[in-house]
């Protein structure tokens, strides 16, 4: 069971002789589903090697972050878990592959611990935060502390951050099912 509150979307792309276009994000869209956010940053990374993973991290509340996360070069292996005490699928984590050529985008609400890998080198990430960066909220879980498959051939590249990140076990989430802190 994938965890509750977790969305795909893959926004209508209008090809024709030029290529394609597409909205890429639509207030309405989401209004629409029922997601009500409000996105106030956009974030980019580019990574250079393949097999390079970012995560797996949130923000606490006060400044919590909803993220629609897409890549727009190369392809990734987007994860969100589920930090959220009491949820029904708390540790739950659910993993799609994101890339230029699916468009395919992810939503992952407040509550959740986000990470990727990368799949081919020069791979870049777009995505939008529902609050301001926040060095002081920032919290991390160790990428291989979770029962999580990721599409690795070998040792990850990981940040010195992310290599000392605790273990899950133990952790001490400051989120609550159902609280959209
Ligand atoms: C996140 C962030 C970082 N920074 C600065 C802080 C550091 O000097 C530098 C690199 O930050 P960091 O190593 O945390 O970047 P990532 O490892 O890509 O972390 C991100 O990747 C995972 C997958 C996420 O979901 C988060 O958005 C974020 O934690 O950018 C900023 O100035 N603003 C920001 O919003």
Not at 26 to 51: E, L, T
Not at 110 to 115: D, E, I, R
Request: charged share 25%; glycine share 10%; net charge negative.
């Amino acid at each position: 069971m994938d965890p509750v509150g977790l969305v795909v979307l893959e926004p209508r792309r209008f090809s024709d002789e030029r290529g394609y276009f597409e909205e890429t994000w639509n207030r309405r869209h989401f209004d629409d589903a029922g997601i009500g956010v409000d996105f106030v940053q956009d974030n980019a990374s580019m990574s250079i090697q393949s097999g390079t993973l970012r995560g797996l991290h949130f923000q606490a509340p006060p400044h919590a972050q909803d993220k629609l996360v897409r890549c727009t070069r190369g392809a990734i292996f987007d994860v969100a878990v589920d930090i959220r005490r009491g949820s029904p699928t708390y540790g739950r984590w659910s993993g799609i592959e994101l890339t230029p050529e699916n468009g395919r985008q992810f939503f992952i609400p407040k509550g959740f611990l986000h990470g990727f890998v990368t799949l081919l080198p020069r791979s870049e990430v777009q995505y939008k935060c529902s609050d301001y960066y926040a060095p002081a909220c920032d919290g991390s879980v160790r990428w291989d502390s979770l029962d999580i498959d990721w599409p690795l051939e070998g040792a990850p590249v990981l940040s010195a951050k992310d290599a000392d990140a605790p273990a899950f076990a133990g952790f001490q989430s400051p989120f609550v099912f159902g609280d959209n802190a």
